[in-house]
């Protein structure tokens, strides 16, 4: 394995900070389908925290599809 990187060694810190927006994002779904509770609601109130926090899942699901995409054509 020496002329192969691995697929996670080439992730960078914002490759890892929108999987885990992703991450946090879809445990609070699970949650809200399951129990019908809204963690970052709960945490955040209905302000515009809580709308900047789904932004940013939003926008790390926007940024893993098309890193995805460059990451598989490599």
Do not use: C, E, H
């Not at 609070?28 to 945490?43: I, S």
């Amino acid at each position: 394995m020496f002329g192969k990187q691995k697929l996670s060694d080439q992730f960078t810190p914002l490759d890892r900070a929108a999987g885990a927006a992703l991450g946090l994002g879809a445990l609070n779904w699970g949650l809200v389908g399951l129990t019908n509770f809204d963690a970052v609601r709960a945490a955040l109130g209905r302000g515009i925290a809580a709308r900047v926090a789904y932004a940013a899942v939003g926008a790390s699901a926007v940024y893993a599809m098309v890193r995805g995409r460059q990451l598989a054509s490599r």
